[in-house]
């Protein structure tokens, strides 16, 4: 299985910007689809972005979609999650994931489409 190892999480303002970064090893990196998830204090994980291994298509949660960028850099073996507009509402420990299951558009992500996870990095955004 990938290792994932994620960075660029902090305390900013609300309206701020952050960029994630995850670095993946351990295997091809160009055979996974990579994610990015967060979860709240007493809320459900919650779906962020994916991007599909070659980097063409990608999938946003309604809560983030125009706020929020994912790319992949193959060849750093990296994938990242650029934030604008933060709200305090962003606040939470996001974490990278790696599959290779690729749900289509309108379909719910449930988390089994990935099977390594990194430990996360905490987000908080203040008022």
């Known amino acids: 299985q990938v290792q994932l190892v994620e960075s660029g999480g902090g305390l900013v303002k609300a309206g701020d910007s952050l960029r994630l970064s995850c670095l993946a090893s351990?295997?091809?990196?160009?055979?996974?689809?990579m994610g990015w998830w967060r979860q709240a204090p007493g809320k459900e994980r919650e779906f962020v972005s994916a991007?599909?291994?070659?980097?063409?298509?990608?999938r946003y949660s309604d809560s983030v979609n125009g706020r929020f960028t994912i790319s992949r850099d193959n060849a750093k073996n990296r994938v990242y999650l650029q934030m604008n507009s933060l709200k305090p509402e962003d606040s939470a420990v996001y974490y990278c994931?790696?599959?290779?299951?690729?749900?289509?558009?309108?379909?719910?992500?449930?988390?089994?489409?990935?099977?390594?996870w990194g430990q996360g990095t905490q987000v908080t955004v203040s008022l």
């Open positions: 991007i599909k291994w070659s980097g063409d298509e990608t």
């Open positions: 351990g295997g091809t990196f160009t055979h996974y689809a």
């Open positions: 994931a790696a599959g290779q299951q690729w749900r289509p558009i309108g379909s719910d992500w449930l988390g089994d489409e990935f099977a390594s």
